[in-house]
C-alpha cells in the first residue's frame, strides 16, 4: 500500500485553466504539506495543513488553494495557471509538525502549462 | 530561513568518500536528510535533533553542532546507488508546529564507477 499516492501523475494544461491534485494519507498523520520543485530543482514550502490550523507561505499566489475534506487527504486547487505555475508539486505528510517528524512524500505530480 | 548546503555538486569515483553540509545563521531544532533520485520522491535518510549528535545509517552519517547552526553529511565508501541530489531540510522555528520543512537548494552527488 502507497503511504502517500497523489494523482495525478503527470497534467499538462493550457493557460488559464483551472486544475486540482489530489492527495491521501494512509498513515494516520495529523500534518499533510504541499511543496513546489521547480526546474533548478528547489523544493520550497507551500502550505501545511492538520486539523487545526493552515500554514501558508506568504510567497504562494492566492491562485492557489489547499482544501482538506478530512484528515487524510489534502488537494490542492489551481486557478488561471500560468506558464510559471509548471512544476513538480509533491504533497507529504508527517505525524506532528515536521520540526521533529520526517516527512513522508508522495510520487509528485509533473505540471506542465502550455 | 533556507539554510545553505555546500558544495552545489560532487562528482566522486566508486568507493570515495563525500561530506555535504548544511548551515544556518541561527540555531536550529532539527536538522533533516532526504535524498532524491532523478523522477522520484524526496526520501528521508535521517533527522538530527540535539546539539553534538551523530548518527548513522549503513555507510551514511551525520552529525549536528554543538551549536545546532550547522549539520554535515558523510557518504564513506560511496555506491553507484548513492548518486542523486541531497538536501538539508530544516524546521521548527515555531517550536514545532506544522509549519514544513524549509529545505536548502541540494547537492548533486554524480558517483562514476
Known amino acids: 500500500d502507497t503511504a502517500v499516492s497523489q494523482t495525478p501523475k503527470y497534467l499538462v494544461t493550457q493557460m488559464g485553466n483551472d486544475k486540482s491534485i489530489k492527495c491521501e494519507q494512509n498513515?494516520?498523520?495529523?500534518?499533510m504539506y504541499w511543496y513546489k520543485q521547480d526546474s533548478k530543482k528547489f523544493l520550497k514550502i507551500m502550505f501545511s495543513y492538520n486539523n487545526k490550523e493552515l500554514i501558508i507561505n506568504e510567497t504562494v499566489p492566492n491562485r492557489f488553494s489547499p482544501k482538506s475534506p478530512d484528515k487524510a487527504h489534502l488537494n490542492l486547487h489551481i486557478n488561471s495557471l500560468e506558464l510559471g505555475d509548471s512544476a513538480v508539486y509533491f504533497c507529504?505528510?508527517?505525524?506532528?509538525?515536521?520540526?521533529?517528524?520526517?516527512?513522508?512524500f508522495g510520487s509528485g505530480t509533473q505540471l506542465s502549462v502550455l | 530561513q533556507q539554510p545553505v548546503q555546500s558544495p552545489q555538486a560532487v562528482i566522486l569515483r566508486e568507493g570515495e568518500d563525500a561530506v555535504i553540509n548544511c548551515s544556518s545563521s541561527k540555531a536550529l531544532y532539527s536538522v533533516h536528510w532526504y535524498r532524491q533520485k532523478h523522477g522520484e520522491a524526496p526520501v528521508f535518510l535521517m533527522i538530527?535533533?540535539?546539539?553534538?549528535e551523530q548518527k548513522g545509517h549503513e555507510k551514511i552519517s551525520a552529525s549536528f553542532n554543538e551549536k545546532k547552526q550547522q549539520s554535515s553529511l558523510y557518504l564513506t565508501a560511496s555506491q553507484l546507488s548513492y548518486s542523486g541530489t541531497y538536501f538539508c531540510?530544516?524546521?521548527?522555528?515555531?517550536?514545532?508546529?506544522?509549519?514544513?520543512?524549509?529545505f536548502g537548494k541540494g547537492t548533486h552527488l554524480i558517483i562514476q564507477p
Open positions: 538530527l535533533l540535539k546539539g553534538g
Open positions: 507529504a505528510s508527517s505525524r506532528r509538525g515536521s520540526g521533529w517528524e520526517k516527512l513522508f
Open positions: 498513515l494516520g498523520h495529523d500534518t
Open positions: 531540510g530544516t524546521g521548527g522555528y515555531s517550536g514545532g508546529g506544522a509549519d514544513g520543512l524549509t
